[in-house]
C-alpha cells in the first residue's frame, strides 16, 4: 500500500532517535520531520504539548514556529542549522514552555530566536543574527509567567546576544561573544532591562564590541551572577545604569565573577542603588577614549566605577589590581559605598579616587584630588535596543 505524502515522515518498525532533553523535559510522542522546510512546519504544526520534533535536513531555510510545550531538537549526531528569510520574522519563534535542543541558527536577516515563559534552550547556538540572536520580551504580568532556561547557549556574533525585557531567565554555562556594532544600541553581549529578573552562573561573555552586560534598572529590574567570566570586551565588562535598589534589597549582584581586560571599566554604574560584589576579581582594564559629560573624549581605564550619585554599594572580599588608570572611582557618589576585605594593588596606577563626593567612603588607599583635578570619567546612559 502505497501513502500520500503528508510532509511528516512516519518510520514503521523503530522509534525516532531520542532527543538529548534538558532537565524535566520529556517526549510522550516523538516525529521526525523530513528534509524540507514544508516538511517541518507540517510536523510542527501537528504537535502537541509533550510532542518532541526531530530536525534531521541539514539546513532549513525560512521561519518556524514552535508550539507551546513542544521540544524541536536535532537528530542526535547531526548537525542541523536554520537559516531566516526575513527580516521582519524571528527565524524560530517559541510558545510558552517549549524547548529547542542541539539546534543552531546561522545568519537570521533578524532576530534569530524569540523566547516565551517557560522555555528551555540546551545546546543551541545562534550566530550571524542581524538583530539579537536571542530575545526575550515581556510587556505585562511577566513576573507571573515561569522563569526561562538556558543551558549550554553560545551566542555569537550578533547584533545584540541576549535581551531580556521584563522577562524572568536563568542562564547556566554557554557564552556570548563577538557582538558586532552595527547600529545604536548593539555591539552588546547581553542587555537585562524593564523590570527583568535575571540570573547567569558559569557563562563567559566576552569580545563583545560595546558592552559586554548592560543592567537598566528601570521598573525594577535586578540581575544576580556567579562565577562569570565578563573579560575582553571593547568597551565596558558590565554597565548598570538606574538600578532602584538598596543596601537590603539589592538589584545587583556579582558573586566569584571575573571581570578582566575590558575597556573604559569593569563594572560601572551609573545613578544606581543596590550592589553587591563578593569575592571574584576586576583586573586589567585598559584605557580606551569615551564622551564625558562635558563632551569632550577623554580616556578611561578603571577596574570599577560609581557615578552619578551610585550609592549603596557593598565591594566584599575582592581583589582589584592591575587596572590602567585606578582601580576604583567614584564620582558624585552617595550615601553607603563601602570596599571591605578587599584585595587593592594599584601597582602604578591609583587605588580608589573618591572625587566630588561629600558622603563618607569606606575603603583602603583612598585619594582625594584637589579640586579642578579631577579625574575626567564617563557616565552616560546607553541607549537599549528595540525588539
Known sequence: MRLASLGLLVLVGCAPPALKLPNGATCTTTSSAGADAASLRDALSRATAGTCVVA????????????????????PGATVAFTGAQASTPTLTLGAG????????????????????????????VDGALAAGLVFWCEE???????????????????????????????TGG???????????????????????????????????EVGMLVDGALDTSASLLQVKLQNNRGRGLW???????????RLQLSGCVVEGNKLVGV??????????????????????????????????????????????????????????????????????SVQNSTVNAGTAQGVVVQRTTQAVTAPMIFVPPAGQELPFSAPTLALPTR
Not at 102 to 122: E, F, H
Not at 298 to 326: I, P, Y
Request: charged content about 15%; overall charge negative.
Open 56 to 75: 534531521t535536513a541539514a539546513k532549513y531555510q525560512g521561519e518556524f514556529s514552535v508550539p507551546a510545550g513542544v521540544v524541536l531538537g536535532a537528530e
Open 98 to 125: 517549549s524547548t529547542l535542543t542541539g539546534l543552531s541558527i546561522t545568519n537570521a536577516p533578524g532576530i534569530g530566536v524569540l523566547g516565551a515563559p517557560g522555555v528551555q534552550l540546551l545546546d543551541v547556538k
Open 141 to 171: 504580568d511577566c513576573r507571573t509567567a515561569g522563569p526561562a532556561a538556558l543551558q549550554g547557549v553560545e551566542l555569537t556574533g550578533n547584533a545584540v546576544g541576549l535581551v531580556v525585557h521584563g522577562s524572568t531567565v536563568n542562564v
Open 175 to 209: 557564552k556570548v561573544t563577538g557582538s558586532k556594532s552595527t547600529a545604536i544600541a548593539s555591539g552588546y553581549g547581553v542587555v537585562v532591562s524593564a523590570g527583568a529578573v535575571f540570573q547567569m552562573t558559569d557563562t563567559v561573555v566576552e569580545n563583545n564590541e
Open 240 to 250: 548598570a545604569q538606574g538600578l532602584l535598589g538598596s543596601s537590603s534589597s539589592t
Open 268 to 337: 560601572g554604574t551609573r545613578a544606581s542603588r543596590g550592589v553587591r560584589i563578593d569575592g571574584g576579581r576586576m583586573s586589567g582594564t585598559l584605557l580606551g577614549q569615551a564622551m564625558s559629560a562635558a563632551g569632550t573624549l577623554v580616556n578611561v581605564g578603571d577596574g570599577l566605577g560609581l557615578f552619578e550619585g551610585t550609592g549603596d554599594v557593598l565591594v566584599d572580599g575582592a581583589t582589584l589590581e592591575n587596572n590602567t588608570r585606578s582601580q576604583v572611582l567614584v564620582d558624585s557618589g552617595a550615601l553607603g559605598l
